[in-house]
């Protein structure tokens, strides 16, 4: 009998993306209403892909770049900082990675021992929780304040931190629950890392779309932060780049050679044509953030708009940043997302996302993207008010 190899502890514990899984159930169904893609249908702007076009056509794209990115570009990152997130850094703690998701594992495996324990709030982002596994690390999540809008709970945190605690990881505005973590609730993480002596790695892919007077705010830009943050950014949300695969982060200049010598395994570099591209996108118009923010403003307020019709079905925070939101279902007992899901897409080709894939207090709700176009809001919730039976 053939003796078949055994796979790692670390990969074999993280169970099948939910979100993976419903785009393959998806695709097998015609005519599906997509709402389960965090992915811009805008495409990246004209002047992005000529840049890159050029570059390719003047064959500046056939080697690798220096491996933490085109100089001329991680310049560009550093006005960037400076300008929008009040993060006062220089080339040398930059790092351009292969979208934020290759930098935010970089930066875990540089950071991590195993068996190390790493904060996350939670609802969380899937992918965060199998980085920290894949590093050998231990996720520990502590639950959002959902009564109020999916807050963080920095007491909560604190409390959570035990001797092996390494580091806390967040993502704001966030995926999946939409919400915008405020200053006040970031400088007194900041106060716990500084008092435990803890890294905060951050996820700041959606930072440019908030609404109704809520603000970003990088807490890289605490100056007693400079030796604990890394923060971690992309180009795939801000100008709709999703397949260009390119982000960067900013740590200390004693975190970005220890991150780099993951980077330099995991990647090499970033892909030179899409550093190009971004370069473009940083030093180009910035009219099109406007645009997409524009966007998804309206595209959220029409999906609220719809939900607010089926009550009896979902309850919801109305998001205040990125272009997804989280409502808790109502039918049944609310607990079994991933067969709601199924049922839904089923039923009426409808393609959501459970909540079960996003942390341990996330069941019961369901992820939708409003970073689609309107008209597939609307048929997606046409479909929706005909399944679900009407209440008086």
């Known amino acids: 009998m053939t003796m078949l190899p055994k796979t790692s502890n670390r990969i ?40 890159a076009a050029k570059a390719v056509t003047d064959g500046l794209t056939d080697g690798y770049s220096e491996t933490a990115g085109l100089p001329v570009l991680r310049q560009a990152i550093v006005d960037k900082l400076e300008r929008d997130n009040h993060i006062v850094a220089d080339p040398s703690q930059i790092l351009v990675t292969v979208g934020a998701i290759e930098g935010l594992s970089a930066a875990l495996m540089a950071v991590l021992d195993p068996g190390d324990e790493v904060i996350l709030p939670s609802p969380t982002y899937s992918t965060h929780v199998n980085q920290i596994r894949i590093a050998s690390g231990t996720p520990v999540f502590v639950p959002l304040i959902e009564d109020k809008g999916f807050a963080l709970d920095p007491a909560g945190i604190e409390r959570a931190i035990t001797p092996r605690t390494k580091a806390i990881l967040y993502c704001s505005p966030s995926n999946p629950t939409g919400s915008v973590f405020s200053q006040h ?5 900041a106060e716990i890392a500084l008092k435990h002596n803890l890294v905060v790695i951050t996820d700041e892919a959606y930072e440019y779309f908030v609404f109704d007077g809520h603000k970003h705010f990088s807490i890289g830009s605490i100056p007693d932060m400079a030796e604990h943050a890394i923060s971690c950014f992309t180009f795939t949300k801000s100008y709709a780049m999703t397949g260009w695969r390119v982000g960067y982060l900013h740590a200390s200049k004693n975190l970005v050679p220890q991150i780099g010598k993951a980077h330099i395994a995991f990647a ?9 591209a ?12 406007e645009t997409f923010k524009s966007k998804y403003e309206s595209a959220r307020n029409l999906m609220c708009r719809r939900l607010d019709r089926l009550p009896h079905v979902f309850s919801y925070h109305k998001p205040a940043g990125s272009y997804l939101m ?8 609310g607990t079994d997302s991933a067969a709601f899901c199924k049922s839904l897409l089923q039923e009426t080709h409808v393609s959501t996302t459970p909540g079960s894939d996003f942390g341990p207090t996330a069941e019961g709700h369901l992820r939708l993207s409003f970073c689609v176009d309107e008209t597939m809001i609307e048929t997606a ?9 009407k209440v008086s």
């Open 278 to 289: 971004a370069l473009a996108a940083l030093t180009g118009s910035q009219d099109c953030i």
């Open 268 to 276: 090499i570099c970033a892909p030179v044509a899409s550093q190009y």
């Open 326 to 333: 989280f409502p808790k279902i109502l039918t049944d007992d």
């Open 185 to 189: 609730e970031l400088e007194q993480v």
């Open 12 to 51: 074999g514990q993280i169970p099948k993306s939910a979100i993976h899984e419903m785009t393959r159930l998806s695709k097998q169904i015609s005519d599906v209403a997509f709402l389960s893609w965090a992915k811009p249908t805008s495409g990246a702007p004209e002047h992005i892909r000529q840049a």
């Open 381 to 389: 919730f046409d479909r929706m008010d005909r399944y679900f039976p």
